[in-house]
């Protein structure tokens, strides 16, 4: 069983960054993709961004040039860096560790963006 661990939710005014981050507790971690998704009130989960074992990024086009994906192989880490933050990015945020047909979830991590 795969365990995510997420943290670096918080408060920020509008224009602030903020930086999440996500430890995975098995070494499987360095031969999946990892992402980042966000759920607001009344709103479906939608994908923020993804980063493949080999490094490759991907981003919603809401977040394109604010938000960067990064990893950490040797720390079984993933990070979000959020920039120029809006309050439309108000959301819970989620980690999740994609290997094959399985998806594993972290409990998610408030961001609220204070306008």
């Known amino acids: 069983q795969v365990q995510l661990v997420e943290s670096g939710g918080g408060l920020v005014q509008a224009g602030g960054s903020l930086t999440l981050s996500c430890a995975a507790s098995r070494s499987i971690f360095s031969i999946s993709a990892m992402g980042w998704y966000r759920q607001a009130p009344g709103k479906q989960r939608e994908l923020v961004s993804i980063?493949?074992?080999?490094?490759?990024?991907n981003y919603a086009d809401s977040v394109k040039g604010r938000f960067t994906i990064s990893r950490d192989n040797a720390k079984n880490t993933v990070y979000l860096q959020m920039n120029k933050l809006k309050p439309e990015d108000t959301a819970v945020y989620y980690c999740?560790?994609?290997?094959?047909?399985?998806?594993?979830w972290g409990q998610g991590t408030q961001v609220t963006v204070s306008s």
């Open positions: 999740v560790l994609r290997r094959l047909a399985n998806d594993y």
């Open positions: 980063i493949s074992s080999g490094g490759t990024t």
